[in-house]
């Protein structure tokens, strides 16, 4: 989980980066992938410990897109919704391509 994927190296339609995020200095970027990689390390362990996944996915993603909009909007909120579901879609499609490679 900790590697990035470059989308439009995989998929031309997928959307661009956010302008915020392709403007941040480097301090800013590993700022930023420390906080998200503690925050998915949290929630793996808590989905492991109470072995309740889609409880642990869906608490997430309700304060995810609940503060999102508050700070983006709804358009905004959605696009990177969106592009969270075609990374995960990428993920599953290279997987099953190695699996077929194998």
């Given at each position: 989980?900790?590697?990035?994927?470059?989308?439009?190296?995989?998929?031309?339609?997928?959307?661009?980066?956010?302008?915020?995020?392709?403007?941040?200095?480097?301090?800013?970027?590993?700022?930023?992938?420390?906080?998200?990689?503690?925050?998915?390390?949290?929630?793996?362990?808590?989905?492991?410990?109470?072995?309740?996944?889609?409880?642990?996915?869906?608490?997430?993603?309700?304060f995810?897109?609940?503060?999102?909009?508050?700070?983006?909007?709804?358009?905004?909120?959605?696009?990177?919704?969106?592009?969270?579901?075609?990374?995960?879609?990428l993920?599953?499609?290279?997987?099953?391509?190695?699996?077929?490679?194998?």
């Open positions: 989980m900790g590697e990035i994927i470059h989308l439009s190296k995989f998929r031309s339609h997928a959307a661009q980066l956010c302008t915020e995020l392709s403007q941040a200095s480097e301090m800013d970027n590993q700022r930023i992938t420390a906080i998200r990689d503690h925050v998915e390390h949290l929630l793996d362990t808590m989905t492991r410990e109470e072995d309740l996944p889609l409880t642990i996915a869906m608490s997430a993603g309700r995810a897109a609940m503060r999102m909009f508050q700070l983006q909007g709804r358009a905004e909120t959605l696009a990177f919704i969106d592009q969270c579901i075609t990374t995960a879609e993920c599953d499609d290279i997987v099953r391509n190695l699996d077929e490679d194998a």
